[in-house]
C-alpha cells in the first residue's frame, strides 16, 4: 500500500536549510559513518552509520515516485536528469523547463499544482511510497489531507534563520513517532498524521 | 555542579505557544498519564504518565532559578507570586513593575539584561540548575554562550505560527542528546550545547 510523506532534514528551529539553500550542518549525518551507499547518481554518494543506512535503504527500497517544488528542480539543475533515489520525480511549476533534456529527463514530469502532482506520482509509484519535498510543496499537501506521515530527520543545529520544513497555515495534530532512531548527528523521526487541531 | 539550560514544549515547527501565547495542544502530555504530580502553585497539577512524571521530577528536583523574560512574567500575572516549581524567578525587564506584591513576591527579581540575570540566579541556584525561558531570553542566552543545554519537549503538532522556542541570529551546533524519552505526546529531547556553528 502507498504512504505519501514529506521528508527532510531539519534543524532544532525548524529549518531545512539556509536562506541561501544551503543545507550546512543538517547534512553532516549523511558523511559520518563507516557504512558506504552509492546512489542513482554518480556525483552523490553517503558514508553513513549503521542505523542510517538500515533506515535510509528501508526508505528508498519502498520509494516509486517524489514529488519537488520548482524551486528544488531549478537549484539542483534537476539533479541533471537523474535524481539520486533513481525514481520518478513530478515537479510542481506552472510552466515546464524549456531546453531543459538530460538523459533520464524523461523520468521527470511538470504539473500545475500539489494534488495533481501527488496523484501523478501515486500512478507512477504503484504499490511503492510517494516522497513529497517539505517546504511549501509538503506544507501545502499537508493542509490539503494528501500526508499520511511527516517523517524528520532531526540534526543537532539551531540555523538562526532559513528555509523553514513547514511554512505555516493550519494547525495539525499528529500521533507518537512510530519510528524514532538515534544516531549520529541525527534523529530519525517518523510522524503519523492525524488531523486539522482544533483551537 | 550547576546545569544552565533553556527549556520549553515545541510544535515540530518550532512554536512553543500560539501568537496569543495559548500553549494549545504542545501541553497536552502534562495531562496525558494516570500519574499525579502536584506543584508550588494550588492552581497548578499534572497527570503524567511514568516517564514524563520521571523525567519532570528529576528536573525539577535540580532545579535552583529560574530566568525568565517580561513576557512571560506579565501573561502569568508573576504566577501570583508562587511558581508552579517553588523557585526563585530572575526577570529580564528594563523596569521592575510597580505595585505588584502577592505573597511570595519577595522570591522574584527583576534585573535589566540576560547576562546580568543568569549570574543573579545562578547565585541563588547555589549548586542546584538555572533553567533560561525559551524565545527570546533563551536564545540571548544561547547567543551569549551561557547556556549547557537546550532541553526541548517535543510535540507532534505543527501550529502553523505563533512565538519560536528560538528567535534566529548566528547558527549554533549542538550535540546528540543525551537523554531522549518517547512517551504519550510528548518526545524529551537534552541537546548538549557545543558552540557557535561555522558556515
Redesign the interface.
Known sequence: MTTVYSSASMS???FIA?DDD?P??LFDWYQTGDVEMTTASESVAFRLTAHSADYLREQTARLGALVVGRRLFDVTDGWTGTHPWGVPVVVVTHEAPADWNYPGSDHFHFVGGVAEAVARARGLAGERDVCVAAGDIGTQA?EAGLLDE?R?DLA??????GR???T??????????TT?I????V?H?I?PVQGA?A?
Do not use: C, H, K
Open positions: 532544532l528551529d525548524g539556509y544551503n550546512g550542518p499537508l511527516v524528520i543537532p543545529v539551531v540555523l538562526g534563520s523553514p520544513y513547514f505555516g497555515g493550519t494547525s495539525w495534530m499528529l500521533g507518537e513517532p524514532l538515534q544516531t549520529a548527528r534523529t523521526l510522524f487541531a483551537r
